[in-house]
Protein backbone atom coordinates (compact mmCIF):
# COMPACT_ATOMS: atom_id res chain seq x y z
CA UNK A 1 0.00 0.00 0.00
CA UNK A 2 2.83 2.64 0.66
CA UNK A 3 3.77 3.33 -2.89
CA UNK A 4 0.70 3.64 -4.36
CA UNK A 5 0.19 7.51 -4.25
CA UNK A 6 -2.71 9.44 -2.19
CA UNK A 7 -2.28 12.93 -3.02
CA UNK A 8 -5.00 13.27 -6.02
CA UNK A 9 -5.84 16.12 -8.17
CA UNK A 10 -9.52 16.54 -8.70
CA UNK A 11 -10.96 18.03 -12.31
CA UNK A 12 -14.23 18.96 -12.38
CA UNK A 13 -16.78 18.64 -14.95
CA UNK A 14 -17.08 21.54 -17.35
CA UNK A 15 -20.21 22.83 -16.60
CA UNK A 16 -19.79 23.00 -13.36
CA UNK A 17 -17.53 26.42 -12.60
CA UNK A 18 -15.27 24.82 -9.35
CA UNK A 19 -11.21 24.68 -9.96
CA UNK A 20 -9.64 22.15 -9.61
CA UNK A 21 -7.91 21.10 -6.54
CA UNK A 22 -5.26 18.75 -5.36
CA UNK A 23 -6.40 16.81 -2.40
CA UNK A 24 -4.53 13.69 0.04
CA UNK A 25 -6.43 10.85 0.05
CA UNK A 26 -4.51 8.81 2.90
CA UNK A 27 -7.92 9.34 4.93
CA UNK A 28 -10.72 8.89 2.52
CA UNK A 29 -13.56 10.95 4.35
CA UNK A 30 -11.25 13.58 5.54
CA UNK A 31 -10.21 13.96 1.88
CA UNK A 32 -14.08 14.00 0.84
CA UNK A 33 -14.86 16.71 3.36
CA UNK A 34 -12.24 19.06 2.01
CA UNK A 35 -13.37 18.33 -1.70
CA UNK A 36 -17.00 19.29 -0.36
CA UNK A 37 -15.73 22.31 1.60
CA UNK A 38 -13.83 23.45 -1.77
CA UNK A 39 -16.16 23.03 -4.19
CA UNK A 40 -19.89 23.90 -2.59
CA UNK A 41 -19.29 27.63 -2.87
CA UNK A 42 -18.79 27.36 -6.26
CA UNK A 43 -21.52 24.77 -6.97
CA UNK A 44 -24.21 27.41 -4.81
CA UNK A 45 -24.77 29.73 -7.18
CA UNK A 46 -24.55 27.19 -10.28
CA UNK A 47 -27.44 25.33 -8.26
CA UNK A 48 -29.54 28.16 -6.95
CA UNK A 49 -30.23 29.05 -11.08
CA UNK A 50 -31.09 25.80 -11.64
CA UNK A 51 -33.57 26.11 -8.88
CA UNK A 52 -31.96 23.15 -6.87
CA UNK A 53 -30.63 25.39 -3.80
CA UNK A 54 -31.39 22.31 -1.46
CA UNK A 55 -28.59 20.42 -3.76
CA UNK A 56 -25.86 22.85 -1.90
CA UNK A 57 -26.10 20.17 0.99
CA UNK A 58 -24.11 17.52 -1.00
CA UNK A 59 -21.30 15.21 -0.03
CA UNK A 60 -18.23 14.26 -2.36
CA UNK A 61 -18.61 10.63 -3.71
CA UNK A 62 -15.59 8.55 -4.99
CA UNK A 63 -15.24 5.12 -6.79
CA UNK A 64 -13.29 2.64 -5.19
CA UNK A 65 -10.15 2.91 -7.14
CA UNK A 66 -10.09 6.97 -6.65
CA UNK A 67 -10.51 7.66 -10.44
CA UNK A 68 -13.60 9.34 -10.29
CA UNK A 69 -15.97 10.99 -8.42
CA UNK A 70 -19.28 13.16 -8.11
CA UNK A 71 -21.37 14.87 -5.69
CA UNK A 72 -24.28 13.44 -4.45
CA UNK A 73 -27.49 14.55 -2.16
CA UNK A 74 -29.86 12.85 -0.40
CA UNK A 75 -33.50 14.34 0.73
CA UNK A 76 -33.65 13.78 4.69
CA UNK A 77 -36.28 10.96 4.48
CA UNK A 78 -33.64 9.72 1.57
CA UNK A 79 -36.26 8.65 -0.37
CA UNK A 80 -34.99 11.21 -2.93
CA UNK A 81 -31.57 11.33 -4.66
CA UNK A 82 -29.49 13.88 -6.78
CA UNK A 83 -26.10 13.57 -8.62
CA UNK A 84 -24.30 16.41 -10.28
CA UNK A 85 -20.96 17.85 -11.05
CA UNK A 86 -18.72 15.21 -11.81
CA UNK A 87 -15.01 14.71 -10.87
CA UNK A 88 -12.01 12.67 -12.62
CA UNK A 89 -8.82 12.25 -9.72
CA UNK A 90 -5.49 12.07 -11.16
CA UNK A 91 -2.41 10.59 -8.97
CA UNK A 92 -0.89 13.75 -8.40
CA UNK A 93 3.43 13.72 -8.59
CA UNK A 94 5.49 14.84 -6.48
CA UNK A 95 7.87 18.50 -6.49
CA UNK A 96 10.91 17.06 -8.77
CA UNK A 97 8.30 15.07 -11.30
CA UNK A 98 8.35 16.34 -14.40
CA UNK A 99 4.61 15.75 -14.32
CA UNK A 100 4.85 17.94 -11.43
CA UNK A 101 1.35 20.71 -11.15
CA UNK A 102 2.52 22.80 -8.41
CA UNK A 103 4.24 26.59 -9.88
CA UNK A 104 7.61 27.36 -9.45
CA UNK A 105 7.42 30.82 -11.00
CA UNK A 106 5.62 34.03 -9.93
CA UNK A 107 3.55 35.48 -12.96
CA UNK A 108 4.31 38.83 -11.32
CA UNK A 109 8.09 37.88 -11.69
CA UNK A 110 7.53 38.30 -15.79
CA UNK A 111 7.93 41.06 -17.62
CA UNK A 112 4.88 41.96 -20.17
CA UNK A 113 7.41 41.93 -23.08
CA UNK A 114 8.71 38.67 -22.18
CA UNK A 115 4.79 37.48 -21.72
CA UNK A 116 3.88 37.53 -25.49
CA UNK A 117 4.06 33.80 -26.33
CA UNK A 118 2.65 32.49 -22.77
CA UNK A 119 -0.32 31.14 -22.38
CA UNK A 120 -0.99 30.50 -18.35
CA UNK A 121 -3.82 28.09 -18.72
CA UNK A 122 -1.13 25.76 -19.91
CA UNK A 123 1.80 26.61 -18.13
CA UNK A 124 0.71 25.50 -15.25
CA UNK A 125 4.96 25.66 -13.80
CA UNK A 126 3.65 29.65 -13.29
CA UNK A 127 1.20 30.98 -11.01
CA UNK A 128 -1.56 33.16 -12.40
CA UNK A 129 -4.41 34.98 -11.10
CA UNK A 130 -7.88 33.46 -10.52
CA UNK A 131 -10.86 34.91 -11.89
CA UNK A 132 -13.98 35.16 -9.80
CA UNK A 133 -15.28 32.02 -11.07
CA UNK A 134 -11.75 30.61 -10.23
CA UNK A 135 -10.22 29.93 -13.42
CA UNK A 136 -6.60 30.75 -13.75
CA UNK A 137 -6.16 34.12 -16.06
CA UNK A 138 -4.68 32.71 -19.10
CA UNK A 139 -2.88 36.19 -19.79
CA UNK A 140 -3.09 38.66 -16.87
CA UNK A 141 -0.25 41.23 -18.17
CA UNK A 142 -2.81 43.84 -19.78
CA UNK A 143 -4.22 45.83 -17.35
CA UNK A 144 -0.81 47.13 -15.62
CA UNK A 145 0.15 48.19 -19.26
CA UNK A 146 -2.81 50.47 -19.14
CA UNK A 147 -1.32 52.98 -17.20
CA UNK A 148 -2.94 56.40 -17.48
CA UNK A 149 -5.62 54.86 -19.73
CA UNK A 150 -9.05 56.68 -18.51
CA UNK A 151 -10.89 53.20 -18.59
CA UNK A 152 -10.51 52.59 -14.46
CA UNK A 153 -12.35 48.92 -13.89
CA UNK A 154 -12.70 46.76 -16.82
CA UNK A 155 -13.07 43.20 -17.90
CA UNK A 156 -10.42 41.24 -18.29
CA UNK A 157 -10.36 40.47 -22.15
CA UNK A 158 -8.22 36.98 -21.42
CA UNK A 159 -10.26 35.89 -18.30
CA UNK A 160 -13.31 38.19 -17.81
CA UNK A 161 -12.15 39.41 -14.08
CA UNK A 162 -13.13 42.73 -13.38
CA UNK A 163 -9.55 44.60 -13.48
CA UNK A 164 -8.24 47.84 -12.64
CA UNK A 165 -5.93 49.68 -15.46
CA UNK A 166 -2.89 50.62 -14.27
CA UNK A 167 -2.62 48.19 -11.77
CA UNK A 168 -1.34 44.69 -12.13
CA UNK A 169 -4.32 41.86 -12.66
CA UNK A 170 -6.29 41.09 -9.59
CA UNK A 171 -6.32 38.10 -7.78
CA UNK A 172 -10.26 36.44 -6.91
CA UNK A 173 -8.48 33.37 -5.13
CA UNK A 174 -10.65 32.39 -2.37
CA UNK A 175 -9.15 33.24 1.48
CA UNK A 176 -10.26 31.37 4.77
CA UNK A 177 -9.30 32.78 7.95
CA UNK A 178 -9.76 31.24 11.29
CA UNK A 179 -11.67 33.42 14.13
CA UNK A 180 -9.82 33.29 17.31
CA UNK A 181 -10.22 35.36 20.44
CA UNK A 182 -7.12 37.29 19.05
CA UNK A 183 -8.18 38.52 15.51
CA UNK A 184 -11.68 39.17 16.20
CA UNK A 185 -11.31 43.04 14.93
CA UNK A 186 -8.98 41.72 11.86
CA UNK A 187 -11.58 39.01 10.52
CA UNK A 188 -14.70 41.64 11.66
CA UNK A 189 -13.27 44.16 9.48
CA UNK A 190 -11.86 41.35 6.58
CA UNK A 191 -15.66 40.41 6.36
CA UNK A 192 -16.99 43.93 6.50
CA UNK A 193 -19.00 43.34 9.62
CA UNK A 194 -18.24 43.78 13.67
CA UNK A 195 -17.92 42.65 16.85
CA UNK A 196 -21.11 40.93 18.48
CA UNK A 197 -21.36 39.57 21.72
CA UNK A 198 -18.28 41.27 23.78
CA UNK A 199 -16.85 38.92 25.31
CA UNK A 200 -17.45 36.22 23.53
CA UNK A 201 -15.46 37.54 20.46
CA UNK A 202 -18.26 36.82 17.91
CA UNK A 203 -18.23 38.79 14.84
CA UNK A 204 -21.64 39.89 13.03
CA UNK A 205 -22.00 40.37 9.40
CA UNK A 206 -24.79 41.40 6.84
CA UNK A 207 -25.01 39.71 4.04
CA UNK A 208 -28.18 38.60 0.92
CA UNK A 209 -30.58 40.65 3.99
CA UNK A 210 -29.57 37.95 6.57
CA UNK A 211 -27.14 38.18 9.40
CA UNK A 212 -24.37 35.31 10.27
CA UNK A 213 -22.56 35.20 13.11
CA UNK A 214 -19.28 33.49 13.76
CA UNK A 215 -17.80 31.97 17.20
CA UNK A 216 -14.13 31.42 17.82
CA UNK A 217 -12.78 28.43 16.13
CA UNK A 218 -15.08 28.78 12.95
CA UNK A 219 -13.53 28.88 9.68
CA UNK A 220 -14.76 31.66 7.31
CA UNK A 221 -14.78 31.48 3.62
CA UNK A 222 -14.24 33.86 1.04
CA UNK A 223 -15.20 32.87 -2.33
CA UNK A 224 -13.85 34.97 -5.33
CA UNK A 225 -17.25 37.23 -5.61
CA UNK A 226 -16.85 38.07 -2.06
CA UNK A 227 -19.62 35.60 -0.69
CA UNK A 228 -18.59 34.41 2.72
CA UNK A 229 -19.50 31.08 4.18
CA UNK A 230 -18.95 30.21 7.79
CA UNK A 231 -18.02 26.17 8.40
CA UNK A 232 -18.55 26.09 12.23
CA UNK A 233 -15.88 24.47 14.66
CA UNK A 234 -18.32 22.19 16.18
CA UNK A 235 -20.70 20.99 13.31
ZN1 LIG B 1 -7.46 38.07 -16.71
Known amino acids: MTDQPTTYRIEFGPAWPVPPITVDFADRNAAARTVAEHAIPHLRPVLKEKGRPELADCFFQIDRDLTVGQFMWLSLAGEKAAQFCPARLTPHHHRGDP ?25 LDITAPLNENGERCPW ?56 AGGAYELVAFDQFGETFYAK ?20
Open 140 to 195: PWEPQQLVGAPLGQYRCPYCMAMVMAGMPHLDYAPEERTLTRENADEVAEWVGGRR
Open 216 to 235: PGDVIHRDGYGEFTIRPATP
Open 99 to 123: MTNQPTAQWTDIDPKDATSINLSER
